[in-house]
């Protein structure tokens, strides 16, 4: 069975600063999907980034990047120029693409705390 | 793009009575949509998995008498607590996606207080 490991409950940083949130998991596919969430205080979980495991290129969006490393099944977050608004749980989760693992698993999450 | 609404946004119900929790995709077709239930400070736990038109799959250890899901349509799941209980108190969120293999994108859920 698959498992997605968040091994950092909490994690601050300051404002404009860069952080990295981790994120590991483990799965006998080799085909997948793996995405980042953030939920605010309001609880809208809201997309981040989103990797495909069969491109090799690190998706980016904005601030926003991974490190994903398919061989060591790593799947890290990097925030860049850190803003107040980022202050949220993040969420790890993974998705399979073979029949009966299209359900995400998620992370325990991450409370990120962005200090002014 | 991508917009998932929930309705009510909160309810609070007395003990026994059932209550009904709306899942609609406003601007695209969900042919699967998921049920989650979070407890405070915690993770996203999934309750069920829906396909339009079929019966709803639901993980082990959650009741499907007591939570009956309904996809009727491809904008429209609903979720009912049936015959409610304090310890049903929580934080309900609904994501759709518009394929099994797609993106989920999620509501803004609905916080449900059993008295």
């Known amino acids: 069975a698959q498992t997605v490991t968040q091994s950092q409950p909490e994690m601050s940083v300051q404002e404009a600063e860069t952080v990295t949130l981790s994120c590991t998991y483990d799965t006998s596919e080799s085909d997948y999907y793996l995405f980042w969430y953030k939920q605010p205080p309001s609880r809208q979980m809201i997309l981040v980034i989103r990797?495909?495991?069969?491109?090799?290129q690190n998706a980016t969006e904005n601030r926003f990047s991974v490190n994903f490393q398919k061989a060591a099944k790593s799947f890290s977050l990097k925030i860049s120029d850190s803003q107040l608004g980022d202050a949220a749980m993040y969420f790890c989760a993974y998705r399979g693409s073979t029949s009966g693992t299209y359900k995400y698993i998620f992370g325990t999450g991450t409370r990120l705390k962005v200090l002014a | 793009g991508a917009v998932v609404s929930q309705h009510p946004s909160r309810v609070i119900c007395k003990s026994g009575t059932s209550v009904k929790i709306e899942c609609r995709s406003l601007?695209?077709?969900?042919?699967?949509m998921f049920w989650y239930r979070q407890f405070p400070k915690q993770s996203l736990m999934l309750m069920a998995t829906s396909n339009e038109g079929s019966k709803a799959t639901y993980e082990q250890g959650v009741e499907k008498d007591k939570f009956l899901i309904n996809h009727a349509s491809l904008t429209l799941s609903t979720l009912t607590v049936t015959s409610a209980h304090p310890e049903d108190s929580s934080f309900y969120i609904c994501s759709a996606s518009p394929g099994v293999q797609e993106t989920q994108y999620f509501g803004p859920g609905t916080r449900l207080l059993v008295l």
């Open positions: 601007d695209f077709q969900a042919t699967t």
């Open positions: 990797q495909e495991a069969y491109k090799q």
